[in-house]
């Protein structure tokens, strides 16, 4: 399922115009990267937790040249899906 897809669902079953229901998607999606972005937790009861986490710096090889190359630490978001949604989809 796409963007478009999702928002067609959310339009229909929430009775809501496409425009509407694409506004409220969005709004949702902006204010969990932004809540991530600063460090929180966005934790939705029975569908999971967005949070940042640290990578470590690593030791990476250049595959063209196979020499050794320092990868520093980055953050990325991470998604750990809650007990509901781990059921329903086993």
Known sequence: MNKAQLVERIATSASLTKAQAEL?????IENICAAVKRGEEVKIVGFGTFCKQKRKARVG????????IKIPSSWFPK?????DFKDLIN
């Open 79 to 83: 998604f750990r899906p809650g007990a």
């Open 24 to 28: 409220v998607l969005n709004h949702t």
């Open 61 to 68: 090889r250049n595959p063209q040249t196979g020499k050794q």
